[in-house]
């Protein structure tokens, strides 16, 4: 459905632009939120559309607001123009680039200082609850419809991971939680950005190697090398397990946030539902391959 300019640029633009922008075109469209690349002037900037589904899905607008206010003060995100203090939509400068491979040259030791970046900016008061972020996703959804029936199997093995993790951690940082191929850009001074930080709070900093761990389907020997990069000491097997708990973890919340979204209509596609079912397997799979492997 093709979606008029008018209806795109908020009314309120004065606030952060002194010419009136205009469309350039609709940015690949996210599972959760809208995105537009305007012209404003000379400048090309992003207008992000948040998601009707935003409570659904525990997004907390203020959080990521006091995230992004850090992270652009130390040159780790698209410069931030305007958070709507209504929480409606979001405007950053774009930054031209291309998505984080892991087959670039150099490429695990400038996603480290990234993350390194990240976790050294001021801890906020917004804390991913491991815990109450899963209670509230399952909440939000109907686990007989199907494929989501077998999702309540995963639970109980999973929330051994979860007790693992806490004992396991050393102190809690700014995380950016959704580092994932479409978040981290690199622009065409060779900078690397993570963009789009809806998902930050203060976590446990392995949460972060996880999403990229299994966000980028990275195997055994590129993990390794992105611990050892980000630690910068050889990596030990309390390392490795710490890890694999939380990619289980990460696993078994991004099974759940597919679920909400299933089960509040945003993701209706037979292979929508195949993807979920797939999920769940290797889901399984992976926390039986940790099993045999402690």
Known sequence: MTVAAADIIPDDWPRWSRTRPTLIRTLANGLTNRSFLLAAGEQQLVLRRNSV???ALDLNRDTEARALHLADSAGL???LVYCDPEHRYLVTR????DRWSPD???AFAQLAALLRGIHRLPAIDAELDIGDKIDHYRRSIDTGQSPLRSLQSLHQP?????????ESGNGKVLCHNDLL???LITGADGTLYAIDWEYAATGDPFYDLAVICE????????REKLLAEYLRHPVSDIDRQR???WRIIYGYLSLLWYAVQWSCGALGSRSMGEEISGQIESLSELISITARGY
């Open 181 to 183: 191929a479409d978040n």
């Open 94 to 97: 774009y930054v031209p680039g």
């Open 158 to 166: 999973v929330q051994r991971h979860v007790v693992a993790a806490g």
């Open 104 to 106: 670039n040259a150099g």
């Open 243 to 245: 890890l694999d708990h």
């Open 53 to 55: 589904i935003s409570d």
């Open 215 to 222: 966000g980028q389907g990275l195997d055994g020997d590129q």
């Open 77 to 79: 995100c698209a410069p």
